[in-house]
């Protein structure tokens, strides 16, 4: 790397990202967002897309509600790690006389009786390290994205938040009056702390945690331990497995685009959106990123939600999203309660491209259901009843790729016959031809290949622009966007094709910004973009890698790891002239296009080992 590449790296690792430095632990069913003081500044109750009764990230500059944290005083430095490959997080504060507490923050999880157990808990255990620390705990959890404050009832040894649909109970061993009056206290011993649902703990609290920590670290170093990662990147790839996991809702298996709703692309841009939900657009490339890194019991989970998906509903008129549980509504309205990230409004709750039109969402389903039948490892196999349902999806694609919709990236003011709805709609009978050959099946096998090539003949006559030279965005139109860096990904174009190369060149001259890339440029319902959309910029390292230009991908992998933040995560945006992050977070795409581009760059483990790397 050049001293130009070496000085941003540097500069981007010295940058503090004082907002969005957030680590984040959970079990799957509940996942909490927690700030470089440990502060619980986001947890969704009783699921992740629940009510947030920590909503603090929210809450404009100086909530007053909505978190829960420890306040150390005289606090002069804190610090802060990951246990491990596990999602327990340890916080270390230190005052200016020298003591010092260590905060660990979990979520329960862990095999029990054949079974994982996982309940929607948050465990917090405070340990005096040195000195004579003195805290205070403050723990203020609302109801109804904070239109709601609690009743607070003290018992015995637990406090109840009582809200309008659920409580929760805080049990602890700590002095109750100093947590129920929030009073500073000396701490002279450790703390043990659980936040949940309304039920009684009749064990030692600290030996139940004790066994929680294990256990729970136990099973977490059991799933790292049997991850494929590359021999390069190896960190970078394991917390963003962990990233995956975590937004994975296992009583269902759908996969939520990010933990969190309505931080915005940009500052003050209005592109506040809900993203907890399950984008059906992300499903094949979620499958194969959970596929390349061994995690065979999650990817089969979440096929298993699309099936089910499949089975519930009308094949022909799949909606572009869906919320975790398939029957929640998912209706969009604003919160005003919240002021939003930095008092950036609105918060809006559910998502309304659930009501647009997205043609591509049809050839995803089908791309990502084709695991079933070709992955070997899979207890339950595609068979003819599967294959069935994923036929009418096919036609379903076959018959709307080419139709006019809002595209990939979701646009609310316009429609068009995108390219990228059509090359996926491709895709999709593409793999139902390979789907019919694998059973057997050889004239539904060539009534896929014949539909597929069909729909290829119009792409390849209206996506490509001779005056340009290069495919663009909408069928017989002038611009371009990211997605057309996917077309080798997908299968449609070698990348040796000279229509991708020139495309890529063109892409290349409007669409990067150093070393991010740009979805689009051209103004839409909100103006003109302003953040680079993170995975668009893995898209294009993997273009680079697929091209033959190696080293420039490095180079530009290299920034784009820098640019996490100190917990190893990415949102969905980044400013390009700042490397600021902006966006939902930890953003499912972005955690996906940094394990494909990390294990496609990567040397081999024999080329590693053999030149002593």
Sequence with gaps: MNVAGKTALAAMAARKQADLDLAAIGNCIVASLIDRRARHVWYCHPRLD????????????????????VE?????????????????????????????????DFAPRFKHYGRIFRPAQLVRRIEPIRGTPVIRVRTRPHFRYGAAMPQKVPGSNSIRYVGPDFVLRLTTDAPLAYIVDESAFALQAPVTMILGSDEVIADSLPTLVRHYYEETLGYWQDWARYLNVPF?????????????????????GAVVAALTTSIPEAANSGRNWDYRFCWLRDAYFVVRAFNRLGATKTMEDFIGYIANLLALEPTASLKPLYPIVP???????????????RGMGPVRVGNAAALQTQNDSYGSVIMAAAQMFFDERLPKRGDAV?????????????GLGLKPDAGPWEFRGRQAIHSYSAVTSWAGCYHLAHIAARLGFAEKAEHWRVTADNLRLQIFEHAWNSKLNCFVSAFDGDEVDASLLLWPELGFVAPTDPRFLSTLAVIEKHL????????????????????????????????????????EAREILETLL????????LSEDIAPATGELWGNMPQTYSMVGLIGACMRLSKSWEEGFWNGS
């Design 50 to 69: 629940g009510d947030p009764v920590f909503s603090a990230l929210l809450n404009g500059e100086a909530p007053e509600a909505g978190f829960w944290d």
């Design 72 to 104: 150390l005083q005289g606090l002069v430095e804190s610090r802060q790690h990951y246990v491990g490959n596990a999602a327990i997080l340890v916080t270390h504060l230190t005052d200016g006389d020298g003591s010092e507490i260590r905060i660990t």
């Design 232 to 252: 390069e990147w190896q960190g970078p790839v394991l917390r963003a497995a962990m990233a995956l996991k975590l937004c994975a809702y296992e009583e269902t």
């Design 327 to 341: 029957s929640t509504p998912v209706e969009e309205v604003t919160m005003p309660h919240l002021a939003g990230y």
């Design 386 to 398: 599967l294959f069935e349902r994923l036929e009418k999806v096919g036609a379903a694609a076959a």
């Design 512 to 551: 990067r910004r150093g070393h991010h890339m740009m979805r689009y440029i051209a103004p839409d319902d909100f103006g003109a973009p302003e953040s680079a959309f993170t995975v668009c910029s893995f898209w294009y390292v993997n273009a680079l890698g697929t091209v033959g230009r190696k080293e």
């Design 562 to 569: 820098a640019s996490r933040n100190q917990s190893g995560f």
